[in-house]
């Protein structure tokens, strides 16, 4: 009995301790949390129709250790199959019958300010690398990869930057378990992009260039099938411009990609244009973009996890119009033709109606 009474007491310090410092660490800490549900139309040519709902949760905390280290953490609902979604199905495999939707951790993350121009973030973090109108051609805007990136930014003037950020990431740390084997090489991407943000007239312009070499794919399958033999180096331009009509924004841009590992059917591009931007309640905007891929251009498996593929030409026109103040709502429709470049073409839409909230 006085054993028990003991542990009880000192399970009870214990928790009354971390009690203090969790609050103690709460001051400078900021807790984030966003819910979405989604009704998705899936339609493919020669295929019934498929209507499913589903949800998308994810809870944050982010706080400065000290005035030079952020840390920062995400989890998320996920069906565990994908790079590119932290989507779960409702009644979907994970949950039939009722059942508990897994939960992954989505972000684990450091970033410290070595100074006032040089940030070093490491761990699982959001894509570090610039997307002109959240261009989705090379990487999708859900993928959070992992490794160490180096990010500097040079502010000239209050009209004219430049940057540049280095990151190393690991796709899959590959190893034999046979004695006597030679290990395997890790399948990595190392990335480099450097732009400038220049304001001329009112406009604001940003243009940069990105170069991403991937290294040791033949090593796994963690990026699927690939269907090109020889590799992907690639090289990206981007340009975006932030402009306004009387006193509507809008923005312009466009995205580039060659593999200079394929010999053919190595290019792809991506044009858009925004209209107005939902962030008071009652306000709205409008996004519509073209893209076309060859083969060779790009990775599908961590590209735009919407239109999945390779080969193909898409369209997409988006709409958002916010309900309340952090609540909105979410219009999109995708239509795609795969296998583009080939004389069995087939048609692939996909249609999003999305609530969201966040706080």
């Not at 989604?38 to 994810?58: A, I, P, S």
């Not at 121009?117 to 959240?134: E, S």
């Not at 190393?168 to 030679?182: I, K, N």
């Not at 099938?225 to 590799?231: I, N, Q, V």
Request: charged share 25%; net charge negative.
């Amino acid at each position: 009995m006085n054993k028990y009474l003991l542990s009880s007491l000192l399970v009870s310090n214990l928790l009354t301790v971390g009690q203090a410092v969790a609050l103690e660490i709460g001051d400078s800490a900021v807790l984030k949390t966003d819910v979405r549900l989604r009704n998705q139309l899936v339609k493919v040519e020669d295929q019934k129709d498929r209507f499913h709902q589903r949800l998308r949760g994810r809870i944050a905390i982010e706080g400065q250790a000290n005035e030079k280290v952020k840390i920062g953490a995400r989890l998320a609902t996920s069906q565990g199959n994908k790079a590119t979604s932290t989507n779960t199905d409702l009644g979907g495999s994970d949950s039939a019958g009722f059942k508990e939707h897994t939960v992954w951790v989505d972000k684990f993350y450091f970033a410290w300010a070595a100074n006032e121009n040089l940030t070093v973030t490491g761990g699982k973090f959001d894509q570090p690398f610039f997307k002109a109108g959240k261009s989705e051609l090379l990487f999708d805007n859900d993928l959070t990869p992992e490794g160490v990136n180096l990010h500097y930014t040079c502010k000239c003037s209050d009209d004219f930057n430049w940057w540049a950020t280095a990151s190393g990431q690991w796709v899959d740390e590959v190893h034999s378990t046979t004695p006597g084997s030679e290990a395997y090489a890790d399948a990595t991407l190392g990335g480099f992009q450097a732009g400038v943000n220049a304001n001329m007239g009112g406009v604001k312009w940003t243009i940069g260039a990105s170069k991403y070499d991937y290294n040791n794919l033949d090593n796994t399958t963690a990026l699927g099938t690939l269907p090109s033999t020889e590799g992907y180096k690639l090289t990206n331009a981007f340009l975006e411009v932030n402009l306004e009509a009387g006193e509507m924004p809008i923005k312009i841009y466009a995205d580039y990609v060659t593999n200079s590992e394929a010999d053919d059917d190595k290019s792809g591009y991506l044009v858009g244009v925004k209209v107005n931007k939902a962030k008071e309640a009652g306000s709205w905007d409008a996004d519509v973009f073209m893209t076309k891929l060859e083969p060779n251009a790009n990775i599908k498996s961590i590209a735009d996890g919407d239109i999945n593929h390779n080969d193909v030409e898409a369209t997409r026109v988006t709409f958002n119009y916010m309900l309340a103040e952090n609540s909105k709502v979410r219009l999109s429709y995708l239509t795609t033709k795969q296998n583009a470049s080939t004389s069995t073409d087939s048609g692939y839409d996909v249609g999003q109606l999305d609530f969201e909230f966040k706080f």
